[in-house]
């Protein structure tokens, strides 16, 4: 199945997409100000261009899996992208995700922006745990 995963940030979100078996994640470019109708209107077509057949927004939780302001703008996020796609939208526990991106794109020498190196850990995640 193909997925697109978001790491929801106000100033920019992290975008990555699975190929459709769900075996290869890769990065894509982060979209600025997604809540914004510019933003708004750069998704819509990410969307229609990627076909996911599902998408994955990260949920920021804290190190005890509590739920703050950012996980509220999240969730806020997701249930406006839910009306506007035809496909599921899940929220996705990415406690962590900004780290281990860190961490690759030092190691690894990765192109992509942090932002969405962190959306390609947040989607191997959940293709991880096998939903």
Excluded: N
């Excluded at 979100?13 to 190929?19: F, K, L, R």
């Excluded at 929220?91 to 962590?96: I, K, M, P, T, Y």
């Excluded at 690894?108 to 947040?122: E, M, N, P, T, W």
């Amino acid at each position: 199945m193909k997925v697109l995963a978001l790491d929801h940030g106000s100033a920019r979100t992290g975008v990555a997409v699975s190929d459709p078996t769900g075996t290869i994640v890769r990065p894509l470019p982060a979209i600025a100000r997604i809540d914004s109708p510019g933003g708004r209107r750069a998704l819509d077509a990410l969307i229609a261009e990627q076909a996911p057949e599902r998408i994955v927004v990260g949920e920021p939780r804290s190190l005890r899996g509590e739920r703050g302001g950012q996980a509220r703008a999240a969730a806020g996020f997701a249930g406006r992208l839910r009306e506007r796609v035809q496909v599921p939208v899940e929220l996705w526990d990415e406690r962590l995700t900004t780290v281990e991106a860190r961490r690759r794109g030092r190691e690894g020498g990765s192109r992509a922006d942090l932002d969405s190196l962190a959306a390609c850990v947040l989607l191997e995640a959940y293709r991880a745990a096998g939903p």
